[in-house]
């Protein structure tokens, strides 16, 4: 008789991760959902509640599998993994947790990045959406105990607790950008909690239809003493705005990642990809390269591959350069204009799943029904580098 089933939630199996646990996570969704999106290291059993295992697999392949130490059993939202679990633990497996929430929940989990800004007033926190790659922020003063926050996801609770922690208000809350691979929170933020929705003031031309405050290129927010210049940025969107925080650390959104540049053609489309590039290359080489060699960046995204691994750094690390490093080791900073336009609008790689829905929710065009429409619209990886 199998013992009782053990369940963990993404943060507990995070932890167990992050320390070389030497546990075996199964994901028993189908193989192309697997193949889509999964946690590094997983292994692939197909499972049915009803059908069972998948055709390629029989128990003796799973019992070899959960021979090599204890099981962690996940899908898409812990239904099919719970079952699985039961029937390991029915065959004699007692070392068998399933994760609560499944991949859903997974596409939610957060770390928090705090950085050494070299001031004690200066609060700058970096908001890590860990299976999406998605970077925002929360830039603050200790002393004015206020803070703004730029581009929140859709569980904007995170940064709210972030500048609860820190005893700090939220002032302000500001978008690099309309966004296409995931749902802003930033609106809703804003509005729930009655302060500023800044945009750039070129988002007028996106359509948007939420009430917003633009933000002309040069034009500054305060937080305390501190200034957070707006710089017009075009080139991964027409409307493409970078923060410039007390003109030492730049929030390039999807102009300037650590490990690439964004990609053009989600806005601009594929026969205007080449456009969106040429604007790209002049805000790179007359704008953001322009700045000194010590400011600090900070992208708006990390590259997550289809097994989750960081494309820099890892979850929990600080994704960050300085620009004087990326002079030096970013190959396409280093490119002429049409190398560099034939490089981004030529080898465009597979566009974020649902993105024209996602940028059409996040003008205000259209809305999200509920939440489970909204996990399914954001599942999986961004994919806005070039």
């Known amino acids: 008789m199998g013992t009782l089933l053990h369940q963990i939630t993404v943060e507990e199996l995070a932890a167990e991760l992050d320390t070389g646990s030497s546990v075996t996570v199964i994901d028993t969704r189908p193989p192309e959902s697997f193949d889509a999106w999964h946690i590094e290291g997983a292994v692939n059993v197909p499972f049915h509640p009803i059908e069972g295992l998948g ?43 399933v994760v609560k929430g499944g991949m859903e929940d997974w596409s939610k989990l957060y770390e928090i990045v705090e950085l050494d800004t ?12 860990r299976a999406k790659g998605c970077l925002g922020y929360v830039v603050g003063s200790r002393s004015a105990r206020e803070a703004v926050v730029v581009d929140a996801t859709r569980q904007y609770h995170e940064f709210e607790l972030v500048a609860a922690d820190a005893g700090m208000t939220i002032s302000g809350v500001l978008d690099t950008h309309v966004h296409a691979d995931h749902i802003s929170g930033g609106h809703e933020l804003a509005d729930r909690l009655g302060v500023p929705y800044y945009l750039g003031a070129h988002a007028t031309d996106r359509d948007v239809q939420y009430d917003f405050t633009p933000l002309e290129d040069g034009e500054s927010v305060t937080v305390g003493e501190y200034d957070i210049e707006a710089t017009y940025a075009p080139g991964h969107t027409s409307d493409m705005t970078n923060y410039l925080v007390d003109g030492r650390f730049l929030l390039t959104g999807d102009t300037l990642f650590v490990e690439s540049v964004g990609r053009t053609e989600l806005q601009f489309g594929d026969e205007k990809a080449a456009t969106g590039a040429e604007l790209l290359y002049d805000t790179l080489h007359g704008t953001v390269l322009s700045l000194p060699d010590e400011t600090r960046i900070l992208p708006g ?11 820099v750094a890892a979850p ?63 599942l999986g990886p961004n994919n806005c580098a070039a």
């Not at 995204?301 to 494309?311: A, E, I, L, P």
């Open 55 to 97: 055709s390629d697999w029989d128990w003796e392949q799973v019992a070899a599998l959960a021979a090599d130490g204890p099981v962690v059993a996940i899908c898409g939202k812990g239904l099919s993994s719970t079952s699985f679990g039961f029937e390991l633990s029915e065959r004699g497996y007692d070392d068998v947790t």
């Open 118 to 129: 070299g001031d004690d007033d200066l609060f700058v926190a970096q908001i890590q959406r």
């Open 301 to 311: 995204h990390v590259s997550v591959s289809t097994d989750g691994t960081y494309g």
């Open 316 to 378: 929990g690390e600080l994704v960050s350069t300085t620009l004087g490093e990326l002079r030096d080791e970013l190959d396409m900073l280093e490119m002429d204009k049409e190398t560099f336009v034939h490089r981004v609008a030529d080898n465009t790689p597979e566009k974020p799943p649902n993105y024209e829905r996602v940028i059409a929710i996040n003008t205000g065009r259209e809305t999200v029904g509920d939440e489970e429409e909204a996990t399914e619209l954001e």
